[in-house]
C-alpha cells in the first residue's frame, strides 16, 4: 500500500491555505490519501531567520498581489486577503491534533473550516472560541474542541509535530512530502504531480 502523502501547514500561510484546495484532490488522483500536519511557522521562522512575506520591504506588497493572482488562476474563490494578517495559529492547530487523535474522520473538515475561516471569513483563529466556534461548525464537539486548546497533551503534541517538522527539513508552508522526497511550495504541485505519475524524475 502506498504511504500517505504529508501536507504541512500553518493556518497563516496564504499559500498553504491555496494547497488545502488542491492536495486531496492531487492524492486521491494518484490513489493515495493526505496526512494533514499543521506546523507553527512562528518557531519554524526562529530556526531560519525568515519573516511573514507580507512584512519583508518590497516583497510585501508584491506578496499580497501574488497571493490573490494565484488563486484566481488556480480557480479559488473563495479567498480574501484578512485582518489582521499574519496571527497566531496555536488554538488551530492543536484542534487540528485533537481531531487526529479523537476523531480522524473530522480533522480534515475542521482543518478546512478554520483555514476557509480565516481566508475567507475573515474569522479570527488566533482566538480559541472562534475557532471552536468553527470547529463545531464543521462538525466537532464545541466543548471537547475548545478544551483541547489547553490540554498539555495537545500542547506537547503540537510541539513535538513542530520539532519534527524542523528535524525534516521543512522550513515553510505548505510543505510536502512524497515517499520522503520534499517540495515547498504550491508552485511545485506540478512537480508532485509528475512525481506521482512516474516514481522520479
Known amino acids: 500500500?502506498?504511504?500517505?502523502?504529508?501536507?504541512?501547514?500553518?493556518?497563516?500561510?496564504?499559500?498553504?491555505?491555496?494547497?488545502?484546495?488542491?492536495?486531496?484532490?492531487?492524492?486521491?488522483?494518484?490513489?493515495?490519501?493526505?496526512?494533514?500536519?499543521?506546523?507553527?511557522?512562528?518557531?519554524?521562522?526562529?530556526?531560519?531567520?525568515?519573516?511573514?512575506?507580507t512584512m519583508i520591504p518590497l516583497k510585501g506588497d508584491y506578496s499580497k498581489r501574488d497571493f490573490l493572482r494565484s488563486a484566481r488562476?488556480?480557480?479559488?474563490?473563495?479567498?480574501?486577503?484578512?485582518?489582521?494578517?499574519?496571527?497566531?495559529?496555536?488554538?488551530?492547530?492543536?484542534?487540528?491534533?485533537?481531531?487526529?487523535?479523537?476523531?480522524?474522520a473530522l480533522a480534515v473538515p475542521v482543518a478546512k473550516a478554520l483555514y476557509r475561516g480565516y481566508f475567507f471569513g475573515g474569522r479570527d483563529i488566533s482566538n480559541p472560541e472562534t475557532a471552536a466556534d468553527i470547529a463545531a461548525e464543521a462538525g466537532a464537539n464545541r466543548a471537547a474542541a475548545r478544551a483541547s486548546v489547553d490540554d498539555p497533551a495537545m500542547k506537547e503534541a503540537l510541539k513535538r509535530e513542530v520539532d519534527g517538522a524542523i528535524g525534516r527539513g521543512v522550513f515553510g508552508s505548505p510543505f510536502v512530502f512524497v515517499d520522503g522526497e520534499p517540495f515547498w511550495g504550491l508552485d511545485r504541485f506540478d512537480q508532485i504531480e509528475r512525481w506521482l505519475a512516474t516514481g522520479a524524475f
Open 73 to 104: 488562476y488556480h480557480g479559488i474563490e473563495d479567498v480574501r486577503m484578512p485582518t489582521p494578517f499574519p496571527i497566531s495559529t496555536q488554538a488551530a492547530a492543536r484542534m487540528v491534533l485533537w481531531a487526529k487523535a479523537t476523531e480522524p
Open 1 to 53: 500500500m502506498t504511504a500517505p502523502i504529508e501536507f504541512y501547514f500553518d493556518f497563516s500561510s496564504p499559500y498553504g491555505y491555496l494547497a488545502s484546495h488542491k492536495i486531496d484532490a492531487l492524492a486521491a488522483k494518484h490513489g493515495r490519501t493526505v496526512d494533514w500536519r499543521p506546523i507553527l511557522l512562528g518557531v519554524v521562522f526562529k530556526q531560519t531567520g525568515a519573516a511573514p512575506l
